[in-house]
T-cell receptor
Framework: DTEVTQTPKHLVMGMTNKKSLKCEQH?????MYWYKQKAKKPPELMFV???????INESVPSRFSPECPNSSLLNLHLHALQPEDSALYLC??????????????FGQGTRLTVV | GESVGLHLPTLSVQEGDNSIINCAYS??????FIWYKQESGKGPQFIID?????DKRQGQRVTVLLNKTVKHLSLQIAATQPGDSAVYFC??????????FGKGTMLLVSP
């Protein structure tokens, strides 16, 4: 299994809603990531979990809350989002965060629209 | 030909042509680079990588060239096909294997 699976594929939520994005991988990877991608722009890093511990938070607003329940799962909890948070949210994983020559595998993303 | 639009540079080629996509990177200490292909509505997909101790690496129909002197990467696609139409990103690998992506280039292949 060489896939990173994200659910849901599409999500529309109101500014007062609470929702969660989910990501799963069964490749035994020990690093998992959330990236945000706006239209016609490159992905930008939000969070990194390394061995299930939060290692990097790229100054992301607290309305985004990541969670890594175990080495295969990564969640992104959303609360009180703004319309400008509408974007493609990408999950990725890589074998070991400190190993050279390793690519990151990306999921298909969740297309989020905040209304 | 190549054009720079408001947001995303675009390269338009005919099927069967060779394509060259360029990328400038910023961190001279970067030691690992990756090219990703992203089709509409999908996540980035690995194409080819290169370490900083190499200046060229070849894959199937793709070649990556690295010029560390001017901090420049290029991706060459031989015999471009309509299925190659996508946005192509170069990326530098950083700590914790995070990636810093370049601006991206849209490749449009006409039959």
């Amino acid at each position: 299994d060489t896939e990173v699976t994200q659910t849901p594929k599409h999500l529309v939520m109101g500014m007062t809603n609470k929702k969660s994005l989910k990501c799963e991988q069964h490749m035994g990877h020990r690093a998992m990531y959330w990236y945000k991608q706006k239209a016609k722009k490159p992905p930008e890093l939000m969070f990194v979990y390394s061995y299930e511990k939060l290692s990097i938070n790229e100054s992301v607003p607290s309305r985004f809350s990541p969670e890594c329940p175990n080495s295969s799962l990564l969640n992104l909890h959303l609360h009180a989002l703004q319309p400008e948070d509408s974007a493609l949210y990408l999950c990725a994983s890589s074998p070991q965060p400190d190993r050279a020559n390793t690519e990151a595998f990306f999921g298909q993303g969740t297309r989020l629209t905040v209304v | 030909g190549e054009s720079v639009g408001l947001h995303l540079p675009t390269l338009s080629v005919q099927e069967g042509d060779n394509s060259i996509i360029n990328c400038a990177y910023s961190n001279s200490a970067s030691d690992y680079f990756i090219w990703y292909k992203q089709e509409s509505g999908k996540g980035p997909q690995f194409i080819i990588d290169i370490r900083s101790n190499m200046d060229k690496r070849q894959g199937q129909r793709v070649t990556v060239l690295l010029n560390k002197t001017v901090k420049h990467l290029s991706l060459q696609i031989a015999a471009t096909q309509p299925g190659d139409s996508a946005v192509y990103f170069c990326a530098e690998k950083n700590r914790y294997s995070t990636l810093t992506f370049g601006k991206g280039t849209m490749l449009l292949v006409s039959p």
